[in-house]
């Protein structure tokens, strides 16, 4: 059975806390007690957490303070699916190098990182206009 919601939030990162608390409720809501508290929620929350604070600092930093980011939380047969969608130009991370191992850079680690924490990661650009990250993984 799917379970869906979405919400729309600022381009904020004072929201952050706000949008990974609906997470964590939406998955206590929808989710047995036995897998709510599986380490896999805490990874797809921090990957929840980059992915938010991408949008707004990267996607959406030179865009007005009004700009809205689109979050859906999917849940179904096994797995978790959480996608972002953001109105900033287009990006491509396959064009990305990942640091070496104990190199210190400025930033660049998110992509990364999110790769690390689900199963499966992608960021494509829709038809209407917008840029969705897609973070999914089986529970």
């Known amino acids: 059975m799917l379970r869906l919601e979405r ?3 600022k381009s904020d990162l004072t929201v952050q806390a706000q949008v ?3 997470f ?4 206590s809501n929808h989710i047995c007690q036995k897998y709510s508290s599986n380490h896999q929620f805490y990874r797809l929350n921090l990957a929840l957490a980059e992915g938010f604070s991408n949008a707004v600092r990267h996607a959406h930093h030179e865009l007005p303070s009004d700009t809205t980011i689109e979050i ?6 096994g797995r978790i699916e959480i996608r972002i969608w953001d109105h900033g130009k287009p990006f491509n991370p396959d064009i990305l190098e990942e640091p070496e191992p104990g190199t210190l850079c400025e930033g660049g680690y998110g992509w990364f990182l999110l790769r690390r924490l689900a199963d499966r990661v ?6 209407d206009g917008r840029n969705c990250l897609l973070i999914s993984s089986s529970i």
């Open 7 to 9: 919400r729309k939030v």
């Open 20 to 22: 990974q608390k609906w």
């Open 24 to 27: 964590e409720e939406f998955c």
């Open 72 to 77: 859906e939380l999917a849940i179904s047969d």
């Open 122 to 127: 992608v960021y494509k650009r829709c038809h």
